[in-house]
């Protein structure tokens, strides 16, 4: 069954290569998923010139 | 073939030290200021309306600052919608500064007015914390028709009130509470922001410093999403945008089409008042209206936090009311004056602003020019030097 | 362990379910789910009624399918074009009774479950514990917009990954998460902003920003679709279980045939599996295969959404599989294909431009999306609409 490619590589970039890399790529993706938050919750577009 | 040893657990760990660092990192920018240099006001590339979701903390840092800043002196903080944010002047020309250097060392003066605010909304959130904590703290607030029909609480700012209130910054009054769990159904403007997503937002916030954060990144580092406001630039820090609005020439009396909107919205809103004294029951959309205008003054405002707030009833551009047929010009002045009698029973210092401007000092049906700014700034400063020596 | 890692997982399914879907979405939803996994138990120890008894229950399935979400598509603009009072008649009558949107996912339950009463009616063994048929319907990771699962792959990984979930596999889904959401928000939601403000000028402007809109339309699909499987995937490889792609470079594809197995891929081969092949497949002659084709594809389409645009969008493709099946049986087209073999450049470009200009009618409606066509090859804008 094909596989997707992109991820596939980019794991093997990150858990593969050396321990440091790995806990750097952690980190970077540890403050990532703390910025999805952020862009998850943000509020709806303002419109306020729409109404007028 | 031998697979290749996996360092997962260390990315696992870091991880979890990543997210957590994130979230140190957010509590420790809380409360501190955007960088900001050169205040005037909060621009359209830094609030809301550009899409940069300012947060309360970062409104209340700039007010503190200039109390730092200015030790000793009342802070005037200047509340309210694009009027008096001074739509229609620039950055450099804007009326707050005029009202600055005519008041001299009486008073401290902060423009935190945003275009789209109610009347007490942003600046009002910040001067009831300030009040709260003993602060010698004023706010000066503007008010027409079309905005105080709005509870707080409402777009585009409707997030900020949550922010303010998970942290405890708003003077506990269960009136606001509760009027503030029907204004979906009151609100001009649909949106989706659910009371139950804008509180879930704040307590993210408020525990994982997520706003506070990506903000400040978003101001300082880079930007990272699409608006309709920088586009193209979207993906630059917003520090490197200046304040997009210049100084608009005085309004053409020949634009009819212009002429002709404004003049609706006056006699939109004069509808559902004046029937109320042709002397027969008033119909469910005015009452409708008064429980709307009562609930949006007495449910923002505890009152406690009224003694020190003047709100600012700015008169419209006389070209559109010259528009009107005398019937509807008599009303409109009778409109004025149950808007003033309305703030004035819920106990607000209510003054009637800008009534003897011109024509010219406008730029549009309710924004002013710079003259119109100047002119305004000259009459508040005086206002405001009778109001303190009344209070001393 | 297993047990208790099980209902803790069906728990939060069911949650997640009610939650998103709410009363009226889910329970249509459980109702089809008892039909399916009864019919399959009671159709594998009856082996001669067994079948009819498969079938029937997948006519229901369908039907109720139709009914949700359909039913408005076949009343007011299928049967109105021909009888309009007729049409109206059922309307009254059922819409009352119809909720307003249909059961949320219904269009991805429906098609596993119709896959599973397929592969039991053709001798598979049926699942027999009620948990993990429950599991396999109501997954949450895949629940929203899939992908369409394999009960005989997912029921043994499931109890892989309740058994030992190991490290590697949790930092891997993480990683898998992490693109998701990097392709949704960052990609997707920001040209998805782009295109909300651009569509309205796209008359007006000159052509290179019309081209450009074009490209943003096949980026934002791509992107928010890929996105969000990545976030399922990524999900399930976290709990050590595994689902099947649903993308593989899609835009690189070299003819429309390849793109079918490179694009949502989990759908393409339900129906290549229980439409094409039952139809005859390629087993019956040229003729029959490309009716075959195009009969699943504008399907395909309507399952996307219950109006015109997509089933033409759907006939469309078929309409490419079919050229892609016969072009190279046409010698006069052998400049063509000498083209396509030395460089496979030229077939890409071909099948991408192929593909992007399916989007039009996907997104807009039929007469929009023709405007728009053809003022891709009109150099300066017009003003008005």
Partial sequence: MAEDKQPATLENFILKKNPWLALTMGIIFGAFFHYVIFRLSLPTEPFIYAAF | ?392 | MVKLRLWALLIFCAVFHSHFAGAAGVAPIAVLALLTYVTALTASKFKKGGGWLCLSTIIIVTAALLTYKYSRFLLLDVLASVNKPLAEHFAASLFAALPATPPLAISFFAFEFIHYLYEVRRGREPIKKPQDFLAFAIFFPSLVAGPIKRYQDFIPSLYQGLSAVSSRDVAAGMVRLAAGFFKKLMIADNINQYILEKQAFYFAVDLPERWLFLLALAGRIYYDFSGYTDIALGLAMMMGIKLPPNFNGPYGATSIRDFWQRWHMSLSFWIRDYIYIPLGGSQHGLARRILSGILAFALCGLWHGASWNFLFWGLYHGLGLAINTVYRKLPWLSPLWKLYDKYPLTARLTTFLFVVFGWLPFFYPLDKAWSMFLMLFQFKGVSGD
């Fill in chain 2, 1 to 392: 073939m031998t697979e290749k040893k996996s360092y997962s657990k260390y990315f696992l760990l870091g991880t979890m030290l990543g997210f957590l660092l994130s979230t140190a990192a957010g509590a420790y920018i809380t409360g501190k200021p955007l960088p900001l240099s050169n205040f005037v006001r909060f621009h359209e590339y830094i609030n809301p309306n550009g899409g940069f979701y300012l947060t309360y903390n970062q409104m209340l840092a700039q007010a503190r600052l200039l109390l730092a800043d200015k030790p000793g002196k009342p802070l005037l903080i200047i509340g309210g919608d694009s009027v008096f944010y001074g739509e229609g002047q620039s950055s450099e020309h804007c009326w707050t500064k005029y009202l600055q250097q005519e008041l001299g060392d009486d008073y401290a003066v902060i423009n935190l007015a945003l275009p789209g605010t109610k009347v007490f909304e942003a600046g009002y959130w910040v001067y009831e914390k300030l009040l709260s904590e003993g602060q010698n703290v004023f706010l000066l607030t503007d008010a027409m028709p079309s905005t105080v029909f709005e509870p707080s609480g409402t777009t585009p700012l409707h997030y900020m009130y949550f922010d303010a209130r998970e942290r405890g910054m708003l003077l506990p009054y269960a009136a606001r509470e509760t009027f503030s769990r029907q204004h979906r159904e009151w609100t001009l403007f649909k949106d989706e922001g659910h009371q139950e997503n804008l509180e879930l937002r704040a307590k993210l916030n408020h525990y994982l410093g997520v706003e506070e954060l990506w903000t400040q990144f978003t101001y300082s580092v880079a930007g990272n999403y699409f608006h309709r406001t920088t586009e193209f630039r979207s993906l630059l820090p917003r520090r490197l945008f200046q304040d997009p609005f210049e100084d608009r020439p005085p309004f053409e009396a020949s634009d009819n089409e212009k002429l002709e909107h404004g003049t609706n919205i006056v006699k939109r809103f004069m509808a559902g008042i004046t029937a109320l004294y042709e002397k027969g029951p008033p119909s469910e959309y005015e009452q409708f209206f008064w429980r709307r205008l009562s609930g949006c003054t007495q449910a923002s405002v505890p009152p406690n936090a009224r003694n020190n707030l003047i709100v600012c009833v700015t008169a419209i551009n006389p070209l559109f009311i010259d528009e009107l047929n005398e019937r509807e010009k008599k009303e409109y002045r009778h409109i004025k004056e149950l808007w003033l009698e309305n703030f004035t029973r819920q106990g607000f210092q209510t003054w009637s602003l800008n009534d003897k401007l011109a024509p010219e000092h406008y730029v549009d049906f309710d924004h002013l020019s710079v003259e119109g700014g100047k002119a305004m700034a000259t009459e508040l400063a005086k206002r405001l030097k009778e109001f303190r020596e009344r209070k001393n």
